[in-house]
């Protein structure tokens, strides 16, 4: 079940139709999951600094269970995040930073239980 959070100081008028969907889409390819599992959040025209620049950028959190916990998955998953980001966006690489966060089924609460249950 991934969560996928977007923050970026882009206006929301400079990001393309239907990005969260093209971020759910893409997310649930790069980590092999089905899209109804996939959960994304965008936050526009937020005020943020990169390396101390308010030059156009962007911060993608990632948290899942099971495929973003070693150093070899996350390489993989973010030469294919970048790829995408920088694509749709047209923000230079240096501007975008990723986070991963692995989760346990139990920390992930659903339908009154958690996700372990299910």
């Known amino acids: 079940m991934p969560f996928l959070e977007v923050d970026t100081n882009l206006t929301a008028g400079k990001l393309p139709a239907g990005f969260a969907?093209?971020?759910?889409?893409?997310?649930?390819?790069?980590?092999?999951?089905?899209?109804?599992?996939?959960?994304?959040?965008?936050?526009?025209?937020?005020?943020?600094?990169?390396?101390?620049?308010?030059?156009?950028?962007?911060?993608?959190?990632?948290?899942?269970?099971a495929v973003v916990g070693t150093a070899e998955q996350n390489k993989e998953h973010s030469a294919r995040f970048f790829q995408f980001l920088t694509n749709e966006l047209d923000l230079p690489t240096e501007r975008i930073l990723l986070q991963f966060y692995p989760v346990e089924a139990w920390q992930i609460g659903k339908k009154g239980t958690v996700a372990t249950f299910l």
Do not use: F, H, Y
């Not at 005020?47 to 269970?65: D, F, K, N, V, Y």
């Open 21 to 65: 969907k093209k971020l759910s889409v893409k997310a649930a390819e790069i980590l092999d999951k089905p899209e109804e599992k996939v959960n994304v959040t965008v936050r526009s025209d937020v005020t943020m600094l990169i390396g101390g620049s308010e030059e156009p950028c962007l911060q993608l959190a990632i948290s899942s269970i």
